[in-house]
């Protein structure tokens, strides 16, 4: 079964910046889209960005993330990253990494494999 570990979050002053990585052990990543999703307080989990083994990128994330938030991929370590930048207090939240065969999806349910999540905290 594959397992996937976030890291990276913590606690950054708004205009900031963290790399959120997520990496896969237990089986490679060739076969699979990545995705990340945050839930923030008082919200539905939701889809940001997904990557799949081409490294071809699709975009959930609404206007506030446009330009800020990158994800990429490294096959070699068999990690995928989260480029977070200009980071405001209201992206707080839960950031967790997922997987699904093949293709990217932007919804949850669409995941088989799940990690347990990092939290970030953007406050002065």
């Known amino acids: 079964q594959l397992q996937l570990v976030e890291s990276g979050g913590g606690l950054v002053q708004p205009g900031g910046s963290l790399r959120l990585s997520c990496a896969a052990s237990g089986f490679s990543l060739d076969n699979s889209a990545i995705g990340w999703f945050r839930q923030v307080p008082g919200k539905e989990r939701e889809g940001l960005s997904c990557?799949?083994?081409?490294?071809?990128?699709?975009?959930y994330y609404a206007d506030s993330m446009k330009g800020r938030f990158t994800i990429s991929r490294d096959n070699n370590k068999n990690t995928v990253y989260l480029q977070m930048n200009s980071l405001k207090p209201e992206d707080t939240g839960v950031y967790y990494c997922?997987?699904?065969?093949?293709?990217?999806?932007?919804?949850?349910?669409?995941?088989?494999?799940w990690g347990q999540g990092t939290q970030v905290t953007v406050s002065s």
């Open positions: 990557i799949n083994k081409r490294i071809a990128v699709t975009n």
């Open positions: 997922a997987a699904r065969p093949y293709v990217c999806n932007g919804f949850p349910g669409g995941y088989d494999y």
